[in-house]
């Protein structure tokens, strides 16, 4: 991860323009723009300032360096997306994650990919759990709506009533797992991932919204959920490897 990436996940956390954080931090907004960009570097010191300005802790710490993450990442990136989840998951498991996606893409409500499989599906290393594909959404209610009329099924287990990162559970009648999540920490859900979405294209030709691996991180480091915490490591190889 490069500091680029520490700038804009700072301010994408913190939910600010650049204008605002440029007054919060005391750099001039044309600095921080060209820090993101990568056309500047930004000291360490200058980097402390941004993450205080942002509300959030810049944590340094120093390990042994896995070359084995960025090769598994090399590996992923050789494969075509449904291959990547073929790779990690059981065929049957795969091809459930599969239609659940293609649901989504023809999903007459706006959404986007988050969690595991959207960070798989760009060629992190880790594999995304159960298969279930999360997901925010443009209008909660429209694809709740949506979603029952197409006859799936919802799942009523305590994670749909959480006050912070809540997911509502479906099953697709023929086999298939969505999750529709909303209060996702890191992120101001739909409206906040939408600027750096990125189309994913299946092996049927339907293409996919799914965050972009940086929005994923931010969400990964500021998740309650161990298991999202956990892909945080994937997620800096990938991002050493893809803009």
Known sequence: MTSADIVRIARHRAGLTQAQLAQRSGH??????????????????????????????????????????????????????????????????????????????????????????????QGAPQRPGSGRVEFVSADAFAIDKEMREAGLFPNDTDERWLDTDARALWTLPEGGTLALATKVPGTDDYRDLRRNVRAVELDSGIVVAVAHPRDLLRIADASPRDSERARAPGLRALLDRVD
Do not use: C, K, Y
């Open 28 to 121: 001039p907004r044309e600095t921080i723009a060209r820090w993101e960009t990568g056309a500047r570097e930004p000291s360490f010191a200058a980097l402390r300032a941004i993450a205080e300005a942002a509300d959030v802790d810049l944590v340094i710490q120093l390990t042994r360096r896995d070359p084995s993450l960025l090769d598994a990442v090399d590996d992923q990136l050789e494969l075509s997306p449904p291959a990547r989840l073929e790779r990690l998951l059981a065929s049957e498991t795969a091809e459930d994650t599969v239609r659940a996606l293609n649901w989504l893409a023809r999903a007459g409500t706006p959404v986007i990919v988050i969690g595991g499989v959207a960070a798989v599906l």
